[in-house]
């Protein structure tokens, strides 16, 4: 999920502040931006989505 880096870089969030606002494990947010996690849930990227205020399309897997 690079694009996720990409999106916490331009609107300067931390990952740490990210985990803090939904609740979503550091571990977690670490893992998906170093494409650990390849495919994480729905509900995770739904969640992050509306705290960032982007497009659920912005997490899709550019080809």
């Known amino acids: 999920m690079k694009e ?3 999106i916490l870089n331009e609107k300067n969030i931390s990952i740490r502040k990210l985990s803090r606002i939904t609740s979503i494990p ?7 931006i ?10 995770t990227i739904v969640k992050i989505s ?3 205020n982007v497009p659920l399309e912005s997490f899709k897997e550019k080809e």
Do not use: D, G, R, Y
């Open 4 to 6: 996720l880096k990409k």
């Open 34 to 43: 170093n494409e650990q996690i390849k495919q994480p849930s729905f509900n």
């Open 50 to 52: 509306e705290v960032l």
């Open 26 to 32: 550091e571990s977690t947010l670490h893992a998906m």
